[in-house]
């Protein structure tokens, strides 16, 4: 029986992707008394996290019925199993971070933590930048074509990821790396993604295009009568 990917039920014919963003949607939520800042040191002036300060602590339950998960700070993490699969591919064990329990005896799994950031990608996805934080560098975006309740909605789950031919030589090279603008994430390379579907066939993965999103047919439709931003 053919099985259809998460990609492919969300978003249709895959067959050009290039790369896939990781896009879990198991959500894993921490222990209610953690605070964000109790685990990031945050930028004086705007609040960003600049630097894990330690490992993650969850509760043993929340890491018992998924390979994958979508931590309650929006990183993502895996199974111990599903780490060491990854790391059979290739990928190096530093991408990695552990996820405890409270009292740090038990690794429930782990954070992925990729060592190496993509070039900028948010001009290919409908975004501008916004501000730059004078003090720690980040930069904010902001979307470029008008606030429309179509910004992101396809499907319900938002449009694919673009980027271009010299990021995805980067994805290439790495097999997993992170963008730290348009949207925090994780992207693979096609081959770890087909490596990855063999064992885990429904991995929530969003597939990465080479282009443009203003070239997508859906964001065309949604767009039809805002045609100046286009420009």
Request: charged share 30%.
């Given at each position: 029986?053919?099985?259809?990917?998460?990609?492919?039920?969300?978003?249709?014919?895959?067959?050009?992707?290039?790369?896939?963003?990781?896009?879990?949607?198991?959500?894993?939520?921490?222990?209610?008394?953690?605070?964000?800042?109790?685990?990031?040191?945050?930028?004086?002036?705007?609040?960003?996290?600049?630097?894990?300060?330690?490992?993650?602590?969850?509760?043993?339950?929340?890491?018992?019925?998924?390979?994958?998960?979508?931590?309650?700070?929006?990183?993502?993490?895996?199974?111990?199993?599903?780490?060491?699969?990854?790391?059979?591919?290739?990928?190096?064990?530093?991408?990695?971070?552990?996820?405890?329990?409270?009292?740090?005896?038990?690794?429930?799994?782990?954070?992925?933590?990729?060592?190496?950031?993509?070039?900028?990608?948010?001009?290919?996805?409908?975004y501008k930048k916004k501000l730059k934080c004078k003090n720690c560098g980040r930069c904010e975006y902001d979307y470029k074509y008008g606030e429309t309740d179509t910004n992101s909605v396809y499907n319900r789950i938002g449009f694919p990821v673009y980027i271009s031919d010299a990021v995805l030589k980067e994805v290439e090279e790495y097999h997993l790396a992170k963008t730290?603008?348009?949207?925090?994430?994780?992207?693979?390379?096609?081959?770890?993604?087909?490596?990855?579907?063999?064992?885990?066939?429904?991995?929530?993965?969003?597939?990465?295009?080479?282009?443009?999103?203003?070239?997508?047919?859906?964001?065309?439709?949604?767009?039809?009568?805002?045609?100046?931003?286009?420009?």
């Amino acid at each position: 029986m053919l099985v259809v990917t998460y990609a492919e039920k969300h978003w249709g014919n895959c067959d050009n992707a290039v790369a896939y963003q990781l896009n879990f949607v198991q959500l894993c939520y921490g222990y209610d008394s953690d605070m964000y800042n109790d685990y990031y040191k945050l930028c004086e002036k705007c609040c960003y996290a600049e630097t894990q300060k330690r490992d993650y602590e969850y509760p043993k339950g929340g890491f018992s019925k998924k390979d994958y998960y979508l931590l309650d700070t929006y990183d993502s993490g895996v199974s111990q199993e599903m780490m060491e699969d990854i790391i059979a591919f290739g990928v190096a064990k530093e991408n990695f971070r552990p996820i405890f329990t409270r009292k740090h005896d038990i690794v429930l799994g782990y954070q992925l933590t990729p060592v190496y950031t993509l070039s900028p990608i948010s001009e290919f996805n409908g975004y501008k930048k916004k501000l730059k934080c004078k003090n720690c560098g980040r930069c904010e975006y902001d979307y470029k074509y008008g606030e429309t309740d179509t910004n992101s909605v396809y499907n319900r789950i938002g449009f694919p990821v673009y980027i271009s031919d010299a990021v995805l030589k980067e994805v290439e090279e790495y097999h997993l790396a992170k963008t730290l603008e348009y949207k925090e994430s994780v992207i693979i390379s096609l081959e770890l993604y087909n490596y990855l579907l063999k064992k885990y066939p429904r991995i929530e993965c969003r597939p990465v295009f080479l282009g443009d999103v203003t070239n997508d047919p859906e964001f065309l439709r949604l767009h039809k009568n805002r045609r100046k931003f286009l420009k």
